[in-house]
């Protein structure tokens, strides 16, 4: 189980979130929607410390942070806590140098410590699960967005960690790939993986989620399960949103 309370996160005099109280719940499939600028991502980078909340607490596991202005928490507890997840980018980030084995290998043999046998024999498992154990030796150049999304995605399984987050997996891609990445990670939820995704993909939303948050200006302004959000929203500021979405 995840606890983030009174999270709060400034740049300059810019208060990007306003006070977040969220916990997120083992097993569960929690999808974040809003507007640009609602504070979607910046809650989701604080999550595994990409961003350094200004103030409020996070709790991972065993894992307790409790951030203050003007002071940095200590460096092995923002390792602690990151070891725990794993993240997929809008830009998959992968090394460019390094085959797909390669990339889904690293984290393990780096930060894992594992032999370079295990890692590999693990980094084939995930390549499969998300149908590309036939492009292994490939480098990034020589995949499409898709793949290389999903090679992203099996890079951030390989340390096992408790909670995956995803930033808008497949705002970078064109439509035609777009279906097979959500497919993954729709396979993913079956398993009772913990995800936190933020997307603009309603319908998948509706699809995969067991809980739906809608964010604006910095705060949670709607909290519920799929049908609740999208069918019976409680918030006008919602309603709003998502009358603009289905014109």
Known sequence: MIEIAKLRKTFDKLEVLKGINLTIIRGQVTVIIGPSGSG??????SMNL??????GTIQMGPTTIEFKEKSKPKLSDVLALRKQSGMVFQSNNLFPHMTALGNVMEAQVIVQ???????????????QKVGLKEKANAFPHQLSGGQQQR?????AMATDPQLLLFDEPTSALDPELIGEVLK???ELATEGITMVIVTHEMKFASEVADRVIFMDDGRILEDGTPDQVFNHPTNERTRLFLSHLNH
């Open 151 to 155: 090679v992203g995605i099996a890079r």
């Open 50 to 55: 990409l961003e350094y909340p200004t103030e």
């Open 40 to 45: 979607k991502t910046t809650l989701l980078r």
């Open 113 to 127: 410590k594992k032999s370079k046998e295990a890692a590999r024999v693990r980094a084939l498992e995930l390549l």
């Open 184 to 186: 993954v990670i729709k």
